[in-house]
């Protein structure tokens, strides 16, 4: 079991940038593939980045390649989402979760989500 607390949202103006930290409950996180998802309202949950226990491996959204960053201390037991250039389109809740291997679509834990909200 992996408890997850996403925190970092707010208001952000078009441009602007925010860190997403999720921090996990337990050490075991360190074993586990982490991703990002987000949902805006009335839409879809998208798909966002996800990286591999190690965090050597990533991989991200075609919406977000180039503007987001995802990475992860295990030391803290903490995953990040650096986002960068944002656009009223990634208004959204965002999510992260954990996955027992990097590559599965079906992820066990998840976080509460926090909101982010971008500005014109």
């Known amino acids: 079991q992996v408890q997850l607390v996403e925190s970092g949202g707010g208001l952000v103006q078009a441009g602007g940038s925010l860190r997403l930290s999720c921090a996990a409950s337990s050490r075991t996180f360190s074993s586990y593939a982490m991703g990002w998802f987000r949902q805006a309202p009335g839409k879809e949950r998208e798909f966002v980045a996800v990286?591999?226990?190690?965090?050597?491996?990533?991989s991200y959204g075609d919406s977000v390649k180039g503007r987001f960053t995802i990475s992860r201390d295990n030391t803290q037991n903490t995953g990040y989402l650096q986002m960068n250039s944002l656009k009223r389109e990634d208004t959204a809740v965002y999510y992260c979760?954990?996955?027992?291997?990097?590559?599965?679509?079906?992820?066990?834990?998840w976080g509460q989500g926090t909101q982010v909200t971008v500005s014109s």
């Open positions: 990286t591999s226990a190690n965090g050597i491996i990533t």
């Open positions: 979760a954990v996955a027992r291997v990097y590559g599965t679509r079906s992820f066990d834990y």
